[in-house]
């Protein structure tokens, strides 16, 4: 019966306490978690060479938007309204630099005037070479990131 308590007390002992250990380090990785100036945007090589932050992350976002419009193949597609609006695409940057859409917002004049511009997008983005992934320099590892493009669409 001693043996019974001992035990029963032993494991109320050790739950609680790992409960307070396990908080702690949760506190501990959200704070290694806010982005610093220090931490590395996703790059490409052709946007390495610069040295500041801010023109690597605008290289970067130009060369994604450049990619993507050269990929949509649109010489196909016969537009019978003007178009002049934005598209909007969420790119997630996965930590082994692949890129894939996360969530995009696509105004209905253009689904209506390009019925398969989302299959055109999608694969546009699957044609995005691999990139050099975000980096925690505090931690050394890549981590997943995410931006937001717009992509201007116009027609006449």
């Known amino acids: 019966m001693n043996i019974a308590k001992i035990i029963l007390i032993s494991l109320i002992l050790v739950t609680s306490c790992k409960s307070k250990l396990d908080n702690k380090l949760t506190d501990t990785i959200d704070e290694k978690i ?21 023109l690597i992350r605008e290289c970067f976002e130009s060369f994604l938007s450049d990619h993507l419009l050269e990929k949509i193949d649109l010489s196909n597609v016969i537009i ?3 178009i002049n609006d934005t598209v909007t695409i969420s790119l997630l940057i996965n930590n082994s630099g692949k ?6 917002n696509i105004p ?11 299959i055109l997008l999608d694969n546009s983005v699957d044609l995005l070479p691999i990139v050099l992934p975000a980096t925690k320099t505090n931690l050394g590892v890549s981590v997943n ?10 027609s006449k």
Do not use: A, G, H, M
Request: one cysteine or more; hydrophobic letters at 35%; charged letters at 25%.
């Open 99 to 104: 890129v894939t859409i996360s969530k995009k």
């Open 34 to 54: 806010t982005w610093s100036e220090l931490d590395e945007f996703p790059s490409v090589k052709e946007c390495n060479s610069l040295n500041d932050s801010n």
């Open 145 to 154: 990131s995410k931006f937001d493009l717009p992509i201007i669409i116009r």
């Open 108 to 118: 209905e004049n253009i689904i209506l005037n390009i019925p398969n511009f989302e």
């Open 80 to 82: 019978k309204n003007p």
